[in-house]
């Protein structure tokens, strides 16, 4: 390794260290990875200036020569936008984050959760510093979301929410873009903010600033609170098959009639049972 930096971690990629999980989570949402012929290539993000102390951290984790440079173009969006890119040719390190999960090319629908054993608050952190947002909406509530065309990166979000909040989402892709998002309000950003970006946490400071903000939101006098739908299970599914009316099964499982009356009317018409839907 001709090209490693002596000062640089031991391990690069380590994704149970978290400072790595979190730029191997940043990298595989808004990172490139590159391949040329004669085994060339490049791992680069850009970003926009203001975030360049991010990248001077990737820089100091990276045990192989990196450079953090900056630009300045015109884009679709501004008339000058001005830009700092961190970027590394080293093969080996291309290699190894390949072989994470990172593809070369397109990626942004096929990127998955590591396989390997991983710093879970930490890479969930890097892909919302990447591409999502925290803060508060238009109406002053508090807001954590995550925009991503990959099904496999919005599922384990909201797997891995649930578990911290308890929270359920359920992910659908808009028909406009074909992108999943996927937002979390009130109480339950509160929450997952605060676990995510904790004290002392490598992150975005600008969203690290965000979510602490977050810490100081108290809901409204008179702000009612929505209760989660409950989900049928498929053992209720057969029972109220099994009964086959609404007013039983409200009384069997706990429900609404109404509730009931609806759900049999369902199953019936699409030939069985459902499973958590």
Known sequence: M???????????????????AYMFGF???DGHLSQQSRQRGRLTVELNVRDI???HEFQQLTPYNSSVTERTRSTNFAASSHSAIWSTYSQEARTIVN???IPYGRKSRTITPPRVDFSRPDYVRGVIDADGS???TSQGLPFVSLTTASTAIGAYLCHYAKKITGA??????????GIYNIIYTNETAVGLASHLYYDGCLSLDRKRTSAESLKEWTRPTGMARVTPRRRWTLAEDLKLLELGEAAAGAIELGRTEGGCRQRLTRLRTSG???LQS
């Open 2 to 20: 001709a090209d490693q930096d002596p000062s640089a971690p031991a391990r690069f990629m380590d994704l149970q260290d978290p400072r790595y």
């Open 27 to 29: 990298l595989q949402a």
């Open 53 to 55: 102390a991010l990248l």
């Open 99 to 101: 072989e994470l999960g």
């Open 134 to 136: 925290v803060g508060y």
């Open 168 to 177: 359920e989402r359920t992910i659908k892709r808009n028909t406009r873009d």
């Open 272 to 274: 069985g049972p459902w």
